[in-house]
């Protein structure tokens, strides 16, 4: 009764913003006695705290009045930082909010804080809620963010019809920071409200200047007396699979065997000895992907591609190893058997440590025109250490060694890199480093023929030893008005980064952009950004490689949309010992959420594209992706991707390649924790249609239940005549057990 009347209260008597609204600069925290039921209903003891807002609209308005009033409070105890939302809205119809997973929000309503707990602005933890009670959590670090990161911490929303209310607990044993007496931490409150465009509020006034956003924070003072002790957690689970397959993946006749029932059982181990350092290890870890990768267009493609890491041992202290030069790409650990890492700060240094002994170990060999991933099946150990010294609006000086090590060969990273923010908006950041690499002895596994450069040295693994030099190096401006980036990257011919994503080397490249941005108070047009970009790339004997520039702008518009023009009027490449010339296209870009219910994409560019095949030309072609994702219920989600290329020769009109990828998404969402989702997707390219249905059910991040399948079937004999050619049936069950 007394929350019922707690919120009786708030909803009769509103919190007003009167006369010139201040950017919040400092918030005491207040301890509570009381015990906060995470209800989404504000009881009493929420009157203890100071009363806070998010009285400014930062985007598309600059620092104006925000369009809806919001209620913040914050309170903590030994254990918990508490949070409150009161969220008013003039027309709560147009709320715009899904019961969906985590992480799935960020085209709802929401609200949320960022939370510095070092006050640097190095990295910061971002908690966000929707009207619907779903979580979304956030690592930024600098102005980067990865909503891959999770946390373990508590949430709940009520609607009502003035708007919606939210509370948070936040535990802070889940969060690192230095362990004092008396703690100054910097937060932030935001809002999103999407309606005829997507408008973010703020806590604090946000000078468009200052590149570093989460500098501009208020101050949290109060926290004292926190209890975080010792703690631990072990997350042991089981896996069990059925796999089958045809005996010739190339013979439909060929016949199909099925696999025995298989299992695995292993787990991973978790110690915070204190508030600044994480200890973990896994040991014989599930590194399958529930979460299948999307498939890309690759057919005139000559680098590896990048897939973005889903696998949470590797989330904890990831920012640290954040890098202009890509050092540390952890897909390039594959099936460990067992891999540890500690993390931590002290002062102001933060630290990273990680070793693996993987049992199946990825190689990419880069070069001048082309890389090659590389299955080796081999053993070998990864160690990469990482340490930066932190100073304040994202200013650092770090180092960082990565060593891979083979029976009988390996490869080894050695660099700094730094950052620094001057003149209010400029950064100038960069990396040097060197490699000494030891090939692997056996052409077996791979027998390239093309040479890194005129070093007298060629991609096949036959044990030859190289050293190299890389270097990146950039100047960057970010103001309200105007945007310039000017980056130079030196690759010589046998540089390689043993656990990193670097597929070219031999490379002199000199980029160079300028953009201008004009502001609007329209409710049609917001922004117009203006740009041009270009580059020269030389490799090391001194032959121009590349000559490009790009004219183009961006425009926002009213309805949440926002689309991309761009040109290509010098476009020169030398490839494969062809000289391309003219090489000229248009690019396109369109994102818009026009409703609720429906949002639409579409990126794409149309001219001349070079054929990268054995005989290279300039050829007439397209490549495009349009997605439209529908929410016709709270609970129902589906998204469509469609991806299209194409190319035909100039010279006689022959079709060089076409084809696309079809893929669709289908969720269900029962409840925050529970899920049935499939996953469908036709390549004509291969011919190849593949289907993953899941069952999923997350008590929390980390324990979790799966269950599902795959299935691969594709066209042998002639176009819809389909064989299953691949199948599995599998289930994983994971537990998190803790000491809290």
């Known amino acids: 009764m007394r929350a019922l009347l707690s919120l009786t209260f708030l909803l009769l008597t509103p919190f007003h913003f009167t006369g010139g609204i201040s950017s919040l600069e400092t918030l005491n925290a207040v301890r509570t006695s009381s015990i906060i039921v995470i209800d989404g209903k504000l009881e009493p003891a929420w009157d203890e705290a100071e009363l806070s807002g998010i009285p400014f609209e930062i985007q598309p308005g600059e620092n104006t009045p925000a369009r809806a009033e919001t209620i913040v409070r914050l309170l903590f105890s030994s254990e918990y930082l508490y949070v409150s939302f009161y969220c008013s809205d003039p027309d709560p119809s147009q709320m715009r909010s899904n019961l969906s997973d985590r992480d799935k929000i960020y085209k709802d309503d929401f609200v949320g804080l960022i939370l510095d707990t070092y006050g640097d602005g190095q990295s910061a933890y971002v908690f966000f809620v929707n009207p619907h009670g779903v979580q979304g959590d956030i690592l930024r670090t600098g102005n980067n963010e990865d909503d891959t990161y999770d946390l373990i911490w508590q949430s709940a929303s009520v609607i009502h019809d003035k708007g919606y209310t939210v509370e948070m607990a936040i ?34 006034s946000n000078d468009r200047n200052n590149p570093c956003f989460t500098c501009q924070s208020a101050e949290l003072k109060g926290i004292s007396e926190i209890s975080v002790p010792f703690s631990y957690e072990i997350l042991p689970f089981f896996t069990g699979y059925q796999s089958g397959a045809l005996n010739d993946i190339d013979d439909a006749s060929s016949g199909f065997s099925n696999n025995p029932v298989k299992g695995r059982i292993g787990g991973s181990f978790k110690l915070v000895p204190s508030p600044s350092i994480t200890i973990e290890a896994v040991i014989n870890p599930d590194f399958s992907q529930v979460e299948s990768d999307a498939q890309q267009i690759s057919v005139n493609s000559t680098f590896s591609l990048f897939f973005q ?385 899941l069952f999923s059910y997350k008590l929390n991040p980390f324990t979790i239940f799966y269950v599902g399948s795959t299935h691969t079937m594709r066209e042998y004999d002639a176009p819809y005549n389909l064989t299953q050619n691949n199948r599995q049936y599998f289930l994983k069950f994971q537990y998190l057990l803790s000491n809290n």
């Not at 802070?172 to 997507?198: C, E, G, S, T, Y």
Request: aromatic residues 16%.
């Open 171 to 204: 535990p802070f044993r889940a969060l690192r920071f230095q362990n004092k007496d008396q703690h100054v931490w910097k937060i932030m409150f935001l809002r999103n409200f999407p309606r005829q465009d997507r408008y973010i509020f703020s806590s604090n």
């Open 309 to 693: 890491e889903k696998r949470p041992f590797f989330f904890e202290g990831s920012e640290i190893y954040s890098a202009p030069i890509s050092s540390f790409y952890s897909r390039m650990i594959n099936d460990p058997l067992l891999a540890a890492k500690v993390t931590g700060k002290a002062g102001n240094v933060s630290f990273a440590l990680l070793s693996a002994y993987d049992r199946k170990s990825p190689l990419i060999i880069p070069g001048e025109e082309r890389s090659n991933f590389i299955n080796t099946g081999l053993p070998s150990y990864g160690n990469i250490l990482r340490a930066r010294l932190n100073g304040q609006k994202n200013d650092y000086i770090g180092g960082m060694l990565a060593l891979r090590n083979f029976e009988d060969g390996g490869a080894y990273l050695a660099g700094f890199d730094w950052s620094y923010l001057f003149l209010t908006n400029f950064y100038f950041t960069g990396q040097i480093a060197a490699s000494i690499t030891k090939e692997i002895e056996d052409t077996t596994i791979f027998n390239g023929t093309r040479k890194f450069g005129s070093i007298n040295k060629d991609a096949a693994l036959n044990g030859e030893e190289y050293n190299g030099l890389g270097a990146i190096v950039r100047l960057e401006r970010q103001s309200r008005d105007h945007y310039m980036d000017v980056v130079y990257k030196d690759h010589s011919p046998a540089f390689v980064s043993p656990l990193g994503f670097l597929n070219r080397n031999n490379t002199r490249d000199f980029q160079h952009e300028n953009a201008y941005i004009l502001q609007y108070d329209s409710s049609f047009v917001t922004r117009i950004s203006l740009f041009y970009r270009g580059g020269l790339n030389f490799n090391y004997d001194n032959t121009r490689k590349e000559r490009w520039l790009m004219l183009g702008g961006n425009i926002s518009l009213a309805g949440n949309s926002r689309i991309f023009i761009g040109f290509l009027p010098i476009n020169e490449e030398v490839f494969g010992g062809a000289e391309l010339k003219k090489v000229n296209r248009w690019f396109f870009n369109l994102n818009t959420t026009p409703f609720s219910w429906m949002s639409l994409s579409f990126d794409g560019e149309i001219g001349k594209i070079i054929y990268r095949g054995d005989s290279p030309e300039v050829g007439k072609g397209h490549q495009f992706v349009f997605g439209v994702s529908f929410k016709p219920a709270d609970q129902i989600q589906s998204e469509i991707e469609f991806e299209r290329a194409g190319l035909r020769s100039q010279q006689n009109n022959e079709l060089l390649y076409d084809g696309y990828i079809l893929r669709n998404i289908s969720t269900y969402q029962f409840s925050t924790q529970m899920y049935v989702r499939l996953i469908s997707d036709y390549n004509s390219f291969s011919g190849e249609i593949s289907l993953f249905p």
